[in-house]
Each structure stands twice: as C-alpha cells, then as structure tokens.
C-alpha cells in the first residue's frame, strides 16, 4: 500500500503565531481558528525558560469483527516478544507499543440477551457496560473512558474531545438482533443515554477545528475560500505577522512545516471532494466522503495528528469500521464483506482474508503512529512520546462471538509514564475497564470504579 505524501506545489510561508493573539483576533470575526503546536520560544524569556511538559495526548481507535488471532497475538512475552505476522507493518514502532493480551468485556457475552454480539462489542467497547437490550428510544449503555477524561481536562483545550468515524451514522432503528442502531454506530458515550455521535465527512471535521466564530460566520468564510480559492491560512495571515519577532530560528521551521501540513490536508479535503464516486448498485452517492477507504481513514487521521499537535483537543475516538458491517476491500484483493468473512468455520481461505485485513488496519495504525512520531513537542521528544493511542476490537473471535481475549495494544509513551516495548500477558478475563483505570489515573482522572472494572493494572506503567 503506497505511503500517502503531502502535496509538493503547496507554498511555505513562514510566520510565527502567538496563539492567544491568534485566537483572540479570529474570534473577533475572521471566522478562522488556527490552533497551533508548542513552541518553546513562547513559553518564557530564554534566560529564565524551564522546559515545558507537553500534555498527554489519548485517542482510542476501533476496529471492527474482531481478528485472526493465530496471525495477530504475539509470540514471547515481556520486552522480547515478537509481533504476529499481521501485525508486521508496526515492526518499526516495536518499542513504542505495550500488546496487551487477556483483556475481556464480559458485559459483551449475551448472558441471557441472546444475539447481538455485535451491537455489544461496540457499546461495551470503551464503556464495559451491559447496553439494554432495545430498538426504541429507550437505550442505555454507560458514560465511556473518553468522556470521563473530557469531563476531567477538556475545559482545557477548545474541544473537551473529538469523535470520529470512517462510516456513517445512525441513530435510531434496530442494527442487530433487537439492539439499537445507536450502540453499532458509537463507541463514544457522553452518559448512559446519549452517545457522542462520531463525524464521518472530513470536511466538516476541518470546518470545526480551524473554523470559528457563529455558524453563519463559518458558513461565508468557507464560502469566501471556495469562491476565491483561498487557504483558511491565507485569513490569519497578517496577525501572524504581528508576532513573527517572536520565536527563534527552530520554532520558525517548526511553524514553517506545521503550516504546510495545514494546507496539505486542506488540499486533500478539496480534492476528495472533487473526485467521481463510482457507481455502486442500491447505494447514494456520499457528501464530501472519499470514495476510497484508504483515503479517508488517512485523512482523518491526519485531521486528529493536527488536532493533538495544535491542543485544539487532548480526547478523540475513531471508529475504523462498525461491527457488523459488510466493508469489502478491493484494495487488497477482499471481495467478500468483513462480517461475512469473520464468521470463518474454520476456513483457511477465510481466514487468510481476515488476516490480510488485519494487516490492512495495522498499516493505518503504524501511518497514524508515524505521523504522531514525526511531530516534535517543545521538550524535544515526539508527539507519540506524548500520547496514548488504545487500538482495539470489542471481539476476538469473530465466527464465536468471543469478547475475551481481546485483541489490545497501547502505543505511545505518555510522558514517559507507560512500560512501552512489552507484550503484557494478563489472567484471562482481565476486565478491559481495568486497563481505563488505569488510564484514568494517568490522565488525572482518578475513578474508584469504571464500568466492571475490579482495580488498575499496575504492569502497564513504567
């Protein structure tokens, strides 16, 4: 699969931002918002300038119908275990990634609900809690990790967090066996009743992190950039030369590549747009989505990396795939739907596939995790040494409906706080909402008790 790269006719501009004049000036009217990274030069007079620490960054991302765990569980344990083989492409991240192995959501298992593992895995999948078993209006899950975090640090940053997603929503009818199409089509929760619903169209996701000011505002500022051709960055322009005295030959490259990556992103959203989507029988053409997958799970990992860089947010989901779903993937040579497949009978043709998609979703992941790595915090280290990424499915097994065993890794550093470059090997049927605990406490938020959690891990900490 080819490396995606930034547009080569995008034309630097170098200028410096100070972000609170930056904000202050857009929210005055421009109706542009241009988060930015840390630079260091800001932080203090260079005499008296004491290293800042960046904040932790945690994004959960989720993968759909669990795995092919003979390809995908790693082999040894502790710092010299080795990746299983559809787990190749995150060879290179080998030291920045904690496999943890034994996690369960025991709230996934039926235990009298009969069917809908599925709609399960995905309301479990980041709340460990038992969802009513409904197509009404009556659903009930459980506020998710992600949520208790925002509530906690998100007063911090413009957005307490971000929810994404690389399908559509929905929000009513019944998805799977009696089960609400709410609980396929979030992982997020804001409480035990109201999902935080995930946005799939890349525009709008760009519209809201460097958008500002009313709706309306927003509305004719990008109308404007259509009309005129014009960059968001082209708007904040001349207050970014107010302060352009301000930082130091390395902050000026850092604001230099930041500023490129902003409109190399801009541009893939226009072109996206642009692009035919072919036909497809019994299917409407999408608004403002990529017609390929690949692209559009790319883009909107390059929208959170910007996200994270800016501190425009400190919290995001993504959903990868909802569980359930049918997603063929012709780049790879998959015809036959995903959820068709994970139910495999032992197939080895089957399972050959299913792995091959593993690999598929683990090249996403090692991308994400590249572009996290490639971005320097002003301590120096990278935005990866700063965060958290929790990679996970709410299956195992796809063909039993095993929510054991899970499929789990956890990459990144958190500030040096994470035991990174181990395969954790856990008791069977650790709770999940252990290692949130965990997290939790990590991220400030101690909990006493998250979803069916029975106390923190202590392994996964360095």
Same mark, same amino acid.
């Not at 990529?290 to 692209?295: F, L, T």
């Not at 015809?335 to 979703?361: C, M, N, Q, V, W």
């Given at each position: 699969?080819? /490396?995606?790269?930034?547009? %080569?006719?995008?034309? &630097? ?12 000036? *857009? ?8 988060? @930015? ?19 932790? /960054? ?5 993968? &759909? ?37 034994? $996690?369960?959501? /025991? ?54 967090? $971000? ?18 199409? *709410? ?18 169209? &890349? ?94 799970? /790319? ?114 550093? *958190? ?14 049927? %650790? &709770? ?23 106390? *923190?891990?202590?392994?996964? @900490?360095?």
């Amino acid at each position: 699969m080819p /490396r995606l790269t930034h547009p %080569t006719n995008v034309t &630097p501009r170098t200028a410096s931002i100070n972000r609170r004049t930056l904000l202050q000036t *857009a929210l005055r009217g421009a109706g542009v918002a241009v988060g @930015l990274p840390a630079f260091a030069s800001l932080w203090a007079p260079p005499a008296r300038a004491a290293t800042p620490v960046p904040p932790i /960054r945690t994004a959960f991302l989720y993968v &759909p119908n669990g795995v092919n765990m003979d390809e995908w569980k790693p082999r040894g344990r502790g710092a010299q275990y080795q990746l299983g083989a559809s787990l190749a492409p995150l060879e290179p991240f080998h030291d920045d990634l904690q496999v943890i192995s034994g $996690l369960a959501h /025991r709230s996934g298992f039926s235990s009298g609900d009969g069917g809908g593992s599925h709609a399960r895995a995905m309301a479990t999948a980041l709340t460990g809690m038992r969802p009513r078993k409904t197509a009404g209006a009556d659903i009930r899950a459980g506020i998710s990790v992600d949520q208790v975090a925002a509530n906690a640090i998100g007063q911090a940053t413009r957005f307490p967090s $971000l929810e994404l997603s690389c399908d559509g929503v929905r929000k009513s009818g019944a998805c799977d066996l009696g089960y609400s199409c *709410a609980y396929s089509y979030n992982v997020s929760w804001r409480s035990a009743t109201q999902p935080a619903v995930p946005e799939s169209n &890349p525009r709008l996701v760009f519209e809201r992190l460097f958008g500002a000011g009313s709706a309306g505002v927003r509305a004719r500022n990008l109308q404007a950039r259509i009309a005129g051709h014009r960059s968001v960055l082209d708007f904040v322009l001349d207050e970014v030369k107010l302060v352009e005295r301000r930082l130091d030959a390395p902050d000026r490259s850092k604001l230099d590549e930041y500023l490129v990556s902003v409109r190399a992103v801009e541009t893939q959203v226009e072109r996206f747009e642009r692009m035919p989507v072919p036909p497809v029988a019994d299917c409407e053409r999408p608004d403002d989505t990529p017609a390929a997958y690949p692209h559009h799970i /790319r883009l909107l990992t390059d929208m959170l990396v910007l996200a994270f860089r800016t501190d425009s947010t400190r919290i995001a989901t993504c959903i990868l795939g909802h569980d359930g779903g049918e997603r063929t993937f012709p780049e790879i040579g998959v015809a036959e739907g995903h959820h068709t497949l994970s139910h495999h009978r032992g197939s080895p043709e089957s399972l050959a596939k299913i792995a091959r998609i593993d690999r598929f979703y683990a090249w996403h992941l090692a991308y994400f995790l590249d572009r996290l790595k490639g971005v320097e915090e002003a301590d120096g280290r990278s935005l990866l040494d700063h965060s958290m990424v929790v990679y996970a499915s709410g299956l195992s097994d796809g063909d039993r409906h095993r929510h054991d065993n899970l499929p789990v890794i956890l990459a990144g550093r *958190a500030g040096g706080r994470l035991n990174a470059g181990q395969h954790l090997a856990l008791d069977q049927e %650790t &709770p999940m909402t252990n290692l949130y605990l965990t997290l939790l406490d990590l991220l400030g938020a101690p909990q006493p008790r998250f979803g069916d959690s029975t106390g *923190a891990i202590p392994g996964v @900490l360095a």
